[in-house]
């Protein structure tokens, strides 16, 4: 299959999605969605001079990327492609699917002029700069590869409508809550460790593993015991090998594992702790709601959900790498939180929404540079697939394809306005 026709495939799957995100939003927002999703794809980028180049429209480009400018900042545009992605996304939850939540900087380090910038740590170089939060929630199952997006949000703490960061995370969760009902298993690390989470999933019954900091009290056999302390003493019934892989190639870790039945101070729920020695200096500690007995693959199961989680790390560099995350330049509070809901939709598009047929050509296309990325990265072919796109979008320039968009259901029709 030709360049051309490869592009003109891409282009006719990328206006059918964006198509159906668009439902029920005036023509003028459909047809930005559609040219901000196939800019995104081209040029690898979220600054909108880029995408207005990528468009050749034949018209002055100032005044595509005025249009650009007035549309990024469409009030409601950011939650109703959440919405729209959510709806499908929340089908293609499981039972036992992990809904990976994780918290992230995004470091604006030379910016002065954007919208309600605060101080954050950046993870990079482990200092505090300007910039904004973000939170991202990723669905995937037990030690499994494919991941399904399904929010990328952005906060800021001096931001008029922000109340706290556990407002932040909890009203990301209940939207994932609602579009996949009671179904999936919340993983999260050190920073769910925090009672102001623990109750609410506990009153919602939603099941989890979180990872806890060692200073957390735990009910063991009627007394208050540091989770740390319980940890030292847990013993080992099991161990494992299991394969540890970075940029310096492989390496084999023996770790042991066993598992505490614990309660939180002032709860009669039954928890568990499972405790891992050999990751670390220290114990690593899950709590988690899953049933625990003495049997490997279901303490396996537990663990394996844990270290499952470590790829939604590789996902967000995927984010900052692929499409330069760093580099936005939207001065805008409200554009900034919409280009996340965008850049989430293209990501969205290369996990879960691109035919088969077509991914596999353009890895195809692309294996000479899939081939070359570093050893050990468990998700490269979502690089790969990045760079596959814009290659052959950029090799075959042309603007979006416009495709009919299917009627809007009632409870779908809104009348969203820019400010």
């Known amino acids: 299959?030709?360049?051309?026709?490869?592009?003109?495939?891409?282009?006719?799957?990328?206006?059918?999605?964006?198509?159906?995100?668009?439902?029920?939003?005036?023509?003028?927002?459909?047809?930005?969605?559609?040219?901000?999703?196939?800019?995104?794809?081209?040029?690898?980028?979220?600054?909108?001079?880029?995408?207005?180049?990528?468009?050749?429209?034949?018209?002055?480009?100032?005044?595509?990327?005025?249009?650009?400018?007035?549309?990024?900042?469409?009030?409601?545009?950011?939650?109703?492609?959440?919405?729209?992605?959510?709806?499908?996304?929340?089908?293609?939850?499981?039972?036992?699917t992990l809904l990976i939540l994780d918290l992230s900087d995004l470091c604006k380090k030379y910016a002065k002029n954007m919208e309600y910038m605060a101080q954050v740590r950046d993870g990079s170089e482990n200092v505090i700069g300007d910039g904004y939060w973000t939170i991202n929630i990723v669905g995937v199952e037990s030690e499994g590869q494919e991941i399904v997006p399904l929010i990328l949000r952005l906060y800021s703490q001096d931001a008029p409508d922000f109340l706290s960061e556990n407002d932040e995370i909890l009203s990301a969760i209940k939207s994932v809550r609602d579009a996949a009902g009671d179904r999936g298993i919340w993983v999260i690390d050190r920073g769910g460790d925090r009672l102001k989470l623990f109750k609410p999933l506990l009153a919602a019954d939603n099941?989890?593993?979180?990872?806890?900091?060692?200073?957390?009290?735990?009910?063991?056999?009627?007394?208050?015991?540091?989770?740390?302390?319980?940890?030292?003493?847990?013993?080992?019934?099991?161990?494992?090998?299991?394969?540890?892989?970075?940029?310096?190639?492989?390496?084999?870790?023996?770790?042991?594992?066993?598992?505490?039945?614990?309660?939180?101070?002032?709860?009669?729920?039954?928890?568990?702790?499972?405790?891992?020695?050999?990751?670390?200096?220290?114990?690593?500690?899950?709590?988690?709601?899953?049933?625990?007995?003495?049997?490997?693959?279901?303490?396996?199961?537990?663990?394996?959900?844990?270290?499952?989680?470590?790829?939604?790390e590789e996902t967000i560099r995927y984010i900052k790498t692929c499409y330069n995350l760093e580099d936005i330049r939207l001065l805008r509070y409200l554009a900034l939180k919409n280009m996340m809901s965008l850049l989430l939709g293209a990501i969205y598009f290369n996990a879960v929404r691109l035919g088969t047929k077509i991914k596999l050509i353009v890895l195809a296309r692309h294996v000479l540079v899939a081939s070359k990325r570093l050893f050990g990265i468990p998700d490269f072919r979502y690089y790969a697939l990045s760079d596959g796109i814009r290659s052959i979008l950029t090799r075959s320039p042309g603007s979006p394809l416009r495709i009919k968009r299917p009627p809007p259901s009632p409870q779908m029709e809104l009348g969203l306005t820019y400010t």
């Open 1 to 96: 299959m030709r360049i051309s026709q490869i592009a003109n495939k891409l282009r006719e799957q990328i206006g059918h999605f964006s198509g159906e995100l668009s439902i029920g939003l005036p023509k003028v927002a459909g047809r930005f969605i559609r040219e901000m999703l196939t800019g995104i794809q081209a040029g690898q980028t979220l600054r909108l001079t880029e995408t207005a180049r990528n468009l050749e429209e034949g018209i002055p480009l100032k005044k595509t990327h005025e249009r650009l400018c007035r549309q990024i900042g469409r009030v409601g545009l950011g939650e109703h492609i959440e919405t729209a992605l959510l709806r499908d996304g929340g089908k293609k939850i499981g039972e036992d």
């Open 207 to 312: 099941r989890f593993i979180i990872r806890l900091v060692g200073n957390r009290h735990l009910k063991y056999r009627g007394s208050k015991v540091l989770a740390g302390d319980l940890a030292k003493s847990c013993p080992m019934h099991y161990a494992e090998t299991i394969v540890r892989e970075d940029s310096d190639g492989e390496k084999a870790v023996t770790v042991e594992f066993g598992y505490r039945k614990v309660r939180l101070p002032g709860s009669k729920k039954q928890l568990y702790l499972v405790v891992v020695k050999g990751l670390g200096e220290h114990p690593l500690m899950l709590l988690t709601t899953e049933v625990m007995k003495k049997n490997r693959s279901t303490l396996w199961f537990v663990i394996g959900s844990y270290l499952t989680r470590w790829k939604i």
